[in-house]
């Protein structure tokens, strides 16, 4: 019997060895990545999570047709960021026609996080009631005892009704207030710019709760934890601080470069900085990236150009952000994630995963590479 142990453990020993010395597989952007089952990744839109060795990446389930969803939140898992394994689906979408998620509603930008106190996974993603177009523009939170789920649907709707945002004094809150909405039935004129900047949209959702579509979670140094979301029909970046258990918005947020027309925000703190890269908004199109940094999560944020380099750069590559993966172990290594879209067949959409370099002064840069391995970031060392 000792014996046998023996040559368990020096054969699960030599194994490592080899794994370890395995070359590392490069990381393709714009190719079909496919999963342990031979099948393209199914999870756009999405997120990844970082908890006890292990890498769980979340995403849109696209079907080939319809970018509704038919199926639901997949989740794939790595312990190498190249390997994935299909997990299947950690949150259904439901078959009760009553269901916010029944089949055939939209279900974008999946994000996951843990919670140390409750030691719960929550999900929050974007979602939009079937039928309704894009009108709904509501949060909604899901939750599980396991990473990979099954995650429970918890509910959804629009954010902080009633809240007016931190970063609007009374003087603000007052303009805001004298604001007529029909003095502005005209869009887009100069005017009409200036009365969204002041809060006209902020305004008209007060009551029902402000809208929620594009977003993702971050979660800071000291556990609190921040939904951020396009808001205002798409105008206005918010910054919603959560409960203590991530499962509802507390009150406290703020509005973030208003009118300024920015979608797919992705964000992650380096040497105290906050830096978050978004896009504009051209629906599936791919558009050039913003990008902005703040000393406090709450801003104020100041606006850079987009840190994108290289061939198709203006069009951030034909992608649009989707996430900034902090890689483990690594000192300041963090992978741009952004989506290719394929509108017309949703469920070849494409991935976009480039390292991030840094300036001198500290500003990221991300730059076009056809292929490239994990150990990228060593090698800058
Ligand atoms: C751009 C958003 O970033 C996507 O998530 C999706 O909502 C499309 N617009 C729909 O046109």
Redesign the pocket.
Known sequence: MRKFFSLLVALVLTAMCVDAKAPLKPIKSGEKWLDNTGVHVNAH?GGVLFHKGTYYWFGENKSDHTSAALVGVMCYSSKNLTDWTQEGVALKVENDPKSDIVRGCTI??PKVIYNKKTKKFVMWFHLELKGRG?AAARAAVAVADKPEGPYKFLGSGRVNPGVVPMNMDAAAKAEMEALNPDDYKDWWTPKWYKAIEKGLFVKRDLQGGQMS??MTLYVDDNGKAYHIYSSEDNLTLHIAELSDDYLSHNGRYVRFAPAGHN??PAIFKRNGKYWMIC?G?T??DPNEARMFSADNIYGPWTKHPSPCVGPNAKLTFGG?STYILPVQGKKDAFIFMADIWRPRHPSDARYIWLPIDFKADGTPVVEWRDSWTLDYFDKKK
């Open positions: 839109g974008e930008r894009y579509r594009d979608e797919a896009s908004c629906g599936w649009q």
